[in-house]
């Protein structure tokens, strides 16, 4: 596979955004997973693409993903123990369902885990649906560890997964920014 690109998304990317947050939510329903049921909330995209959080990747001039990289340490989820302040976090990792299993996910996790380090951070965390194991399966394949799971009564996540900074996984593509 020839390299990927990851650039910035822009108030134009926000409709692809919210597209391939509808396809993946879609495909979780057909798994029967009740993780993100529900619109794309078009206000927090739109905050994150005009914070400069939300990316874009492409592959052959074709979108085939999102990843959202912040600062934001969930208070529900992440306690002064855990030292947020030490992490970027990642959010709506999303790739088409045309580009499943191309490793393209892996990818952003390793891209997101070298700007980690490179910002000075010892972790990248994230938190998925607390009840989706097949996802956490997942992630711990891609180099994360499981933290805890919190059942939280007004919210379906709760699986916090974290991996060091700098840390990749072999067999990813590899990735170009474009500024």
């Not at 919210?18 to 794309?40: I, N, R, V």
């Not at 972790?123 to 394949?141: F, G, I, K, M, P």
């Not at 891609?142 to 840390?167: K, P």
Request: contains cysteine.
């Amino acid at each position: 596979m020839t390299p990927l690109t990851v650039r910035r998304a822009s108030t134009f990317d926000v409709p692809v955004v919210a597209s391939l947050l509808d396809e993946a939510t879609a495909w979780l329903t057909a798994l029967g997973s009740g993780q993100w049921q529900y619109p794309p909330r078009i206000e927090r995209i739109i905050a994150g693409v005009q914070s400069g959080t939300v990316w874009m990747a492409k592959h052959d001039q074709c979108t085939v993903g999102t990843i959202t990289v912040d600062n934001f340490a969930d208070p529900e989820f992440w306690m002064p123990t855990d030292d947020p302040d030490d992490a970027l976090y990642v959010h709506r990792t999303v790739v088409t369902r045309a580009a499943a299993g191309q490793r393209i996910g892996a990818a952003l996790f390793n891209w997101a885990s070298l700007n980690a380090e490179a910002s000075g951070h010892t972790w990248l965390r994230l938190d998925a649906w607390a009840t989706n194991t097949q996802l956490h399966s997942y992630y711990l394949a891609q180099g994360w560890t499981h933290i805890r799971t919190l059942r939280l009564s007004h919210r379906g996540s709760g699986a916090l997964f974290q991996r060091r900074a700098g840390t990749t996984t072999p067999e990813a593509p590899k990735i170009t920014e474009v500024q």
